[in-house]
């Protein structure tokens, strides 16, 4: 059923993990954010509309609510994002100890802007909220590793390991 | 007074994640010691303890956990380590280096009020934590400290990791029980309380992770040793996340009293070199701002307050002169706006308003009357909205103005920062 209604070939893992989640809690809505995670990380980051619909299916609500909660948190991407999602915080932890610097040499280096996605779809950078990563700044995460205490080349590292 | 290693006392051992290292230090030993007191006693101890919640509000715990009734109903625990105001970074040690002594403390509170079931809501960024949590959790249950039988005892006890997905206002109890349910997180009205009328409408207590992990050294030790340490109202030690200008940020377990300037000056390692202290936001990020001149107290609870702020999450940023007090205060500005949910006109509207009229500040076109614009913001936000989001987005905003108004002045008659930043 789950791998069935799925609009996109789904890993036997991602299959695995969604059956386990809608059983989990005692309401089966409260997996939803959970299962929206899941069918993001099985969707190369992000969810369209045909994403939406599959789980609105899943948990028998209309796709307008599986929506409207999938748009109100920022970690679910909405759009496609490149295959490295860069996020860099510029709380003020962050941004008294130089993450302005390092979003500035990030963009120079991929030359587009907080926001773009490189051309050939391997890059995203967004700037983001505290990461409390706030004692070892300034921080950011590629996909959904942490790096900290960044200096340019520390970034030049990171970014030349990105396949 | 000083630092001392209570809740980090195990975080620097090797391996300080696994149940057998958690274990060879007497983990687990304190559930099962738990497990044959009443419940009613647990509470007691708690109460003794003088423990208030970590999370930011500062409520007295063994005083939140009396008020749920004692019915048969289905009752939930639920730890919150949402940890999502800008500058704390605390829970993520315990979370990290010592899972178990977090589990520990769930299992023992779920005990003391009533609940099978808890949810541990973490911040969809720490991933790598959830992990953590939930091997934790499979080794603790494998090895029968929690699930069915735990430490042999008739009550079971389930912790299933919940993770958020990026967004602040779900730090907020009501809002957080909202987005375990499935739902966009807005936070509820109350009365109903979460204690009568919580998770899936049933009685739930909502605790901190710093909170639940203080709890095992209360019953391991008892109330009265912690209501030894610390101040006469606020008791025990508590996590500090300092951050900023200092020179060793990092988080530090101190005796509530510690001297403020202890923990900045010594234990922080001070400002670097040939740079001064400016302003200190001494709770997180929605804590009003401290000048250089107003940190000759301790870290309590109460001082925090007579200081015209508070304590908070135990956030403290540390800004030096080489800071725009003006260009950091619209930062936080913009993250407050960001993060309002949007359900009262006033926050949604005022914080919105708030980041446009910093924003033609920090650009050269401000004006005058717009220092007053803001403190009036600040009075129409103040105390008319359904949570405290709200006002903690006037805490930056209108003790900067009061604080730093020259500073803002020069901005506006200048046209540019007086820093250069
Ligand atoms: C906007 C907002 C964000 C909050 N974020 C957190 C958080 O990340 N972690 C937390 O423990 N409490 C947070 N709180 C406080 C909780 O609402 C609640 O008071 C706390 O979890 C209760 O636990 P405690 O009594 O153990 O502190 C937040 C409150 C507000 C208004
Ligand atoms: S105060 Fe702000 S965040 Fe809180 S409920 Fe109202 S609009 Fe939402
Ligand atoms: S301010 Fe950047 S991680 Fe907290």
Same mark, same amino acid.
């Given at each position: 059923m789950i791998a069935k209604l799925c609009p996109f070939p789904l890993s036997?893992?991602?299959?695995?993990?969604? +059956?386990?989640?809608?059983?989990?809690?005692? +309401?089966?809505?409260?997996?939803?954010l959970q299962v929206l995670h899941v069918v993001q990380d099985e969707h190369g980051g992000y969810l369209d509309m045909d994403c939406i619909k599959y789980v609105a299916r899943l948990f028998g609500l209309p796709p307008a609510e599986v929506y409207s909660v999938a748009s109100f948190y920022t970690m679910y991407n909405l759009r496609p994002v490149g295959k490295y999602l860069i996020q860099v915080c510029t709380n003020i932890s962050c941004s008294v100890n130089g993450a302005e610097e390092i979003v500035a040499h990030i963009e120079k280096r991929l030359g587009i802007k907080r926001g773009e996605t490189t051309p050939d779809g391997k890059f995203t950078l967004i700037t983001v909220e505290c990461l409390g990563s706030c004692g070892t700044p300034p921080a950011m995460m590629v996909n959904k590793e942490y790096h900290e205490q960044l200096t340019p080349e520390k970034v030049d590292k990171v970014l030349d390991a990105c396949e | 007074m000083g630092e001392m290693k209570v809740l980090l006392k195990n975080v620097h051992k090797p391996n300080s994640h696994l149940?057998?290292?958690?274990?060879?230090?007497?983990?687990?030993e304190t559930l099962k010691a738990a497990l044959k007191m009443e419940p009613s006693q647990i509470v007691e101890e708690v109460k003794k303890s003088g423990l208030r919640g970590r999370g930011g509000a500062g409520f007295p715990t063994g005083l939140k956990w009396s008020f749920v009734p004692k019915t048969d109903a289905p009752k939930y625990l639920v730890c919150n380590a949402d940890e999502g105001e800008p500058g704390t970074f605390k829970d993520r040690v315990i979370i990290e280096k010592d899972p178990h002594l977090l589990l520990e403390g769930i299992a023992i509170s779920c005990y003391a009020?009533? #609940?099978?079931? #808890?949810?541990?809501?973490?911040?969809?960024?720490?991933?790598?934590?959830?992990?953590?949590?939930?091997? #934790?959790?499979?080794e603790a249950e494998e090895d029968g400290c929690l699930g069915d039988r735990p430490m042999g005892h008739d009550y079971p006890i389930y912790i299933t990791v919940h993770r958020g997905a990026g967004a602040y206002v779900c730090g907020e109890e009501t809002a957080l029980l909202d987005s375990l349910e499935g739902r966009r997180g807005h936070p509820r009205i109350r009365p109903p309380f979460p204690a009568s009328k919580g998770l899936y409408q049933s009685p739930t207590v909502i605790n901190n992770v710093e909170t639940l992990s203080s709890v095992v050294d209360i019953i391991a030790r008892g109330g009265d040793w912690y209501a030894s340490l610390g101040t006469e109202k606020s008791k025990g030690t508590k996590l500090f996340s300092i951050s900023g200008h200092v020179q060793k940020p990092g988080v530090y377990e101190l005796v509530m009293g510690t001297p403020f300037k202890e923990l900045i000056f010594e234990i922080a390692g001070g400002m670097r070199p040939g740079r001064n202290l400016k302003a200190v936001i001494p709770g997180g990020s929605s804590t009003p701002m401290l000048t250089a001149d107003e940190i000759d107290i301790p870290l309590d609870y109460e001082s925090l307050m007579e200081a015209g702020s508070m304590l908070g999450s135990g956030a403290v940023i540390?800004? +030096? +002169?080489t800071t725009c007090i003006v260009k950091e205060t619209y930062r936080l500005a913009q993250f407050y706006a960001h993060e309002s949910c949007g359900q009262c006109t006033p926050c949604r509207e005022g914080t919105h308003w708030m980041v446009q009229i910093l924003k033609r500040i920090v650009n050269g076109q401000g004006r005058e009357e717009d220092l007053d614009l803001l403190l009036h913001i600040g009075d129409t936000l103040g105390g008319n909205c359904l949570c405290p989001l709200g006002d903690a987005a006037l805490g930056p905003v209108i003790s900067s103005v009061k604080k730093f108004r020259d500073e803002y002045l020069?901005?506006?008659?200048?046209?540019?920062?007086?820093?250069?930043g």
């Open positions: 036997p893992e991602g299959e695995k993990r969604i +059956d386990h989640l809608l059983n989990r809690y005692p +309401d089966k809505r409260s997996a939803l | 149940l057998s290292t958690y274990k060879e230090g007497g983990g687990y009020i009533g #609940a099978h079931r #808890a949810y541990i809501y973490i911040r969809g960024e720490y991933e790598f934590g959830a992990q953590v949590l939930e091997n #934790a959790i499979r540390v800004l +030096d +002169d020069e901005h506006i008659k200048n046209k540019r920062c007086p820093i250069g």
